[in-house]
């Protein structure tokens, strides 16, 4: 069955960076599209960013755009989100998702000084 898994969250700081990774089983990564999405405390959940099977298109939320940075490893069953100069409003529980249906545990990213 399909399964991902997401790691590399944490407490950081104001300007900090993080990089999230979301290992992928079960179906057949380098033939999908993938993507990240983030839930913050009483808000609804938000799309961040979404990369093609082959990495060639990629697409982010305005509210990330120049900070995060998404990519993925297809040797490796892997999509990454890169996010640097984070911002308080960039706390969240970050999930990967594949296909629109299949979701992650997700990692907590809390950003405060």
């Not at 089983?25 to 983030?38: E, I, K, Q, T, V």
């Not at 990519?71 to 892997?78: E, Q």
Request: proline fraction near 3%.
């Amino acid at each position: 069955q399909v399964h991902l898994v997401e790691s590399g969250g944490g407490l950081v700081q104001p300007g900090g960076s993080l990089r999230l990774s979301c290992a992928a089983s079960g179906f057949s990564f380098s033939s999908n599209a993938m993507r990240w999405y983030r839930q913050a405390p009483g808000k609804e959940r938000e799309l961040v960013a979404t990369i093609t099977r082959d990495g060639s298109g990629i697409n982010y939320a305005d509210s990330v755009k120049g900070r995060f940075a998404i990519s993925r490893d297809n040797a490796k069953n892997t999509v990454y989100l890169q996010m640097n100069s984070l911002k308080p409003e960039d706390t969240a529980v970050y999930y990967c998702n594949v296909r629109g249906v299949f979701w992650g545990q997700g990692t907590q990213v809390t950003v405060s000084s």
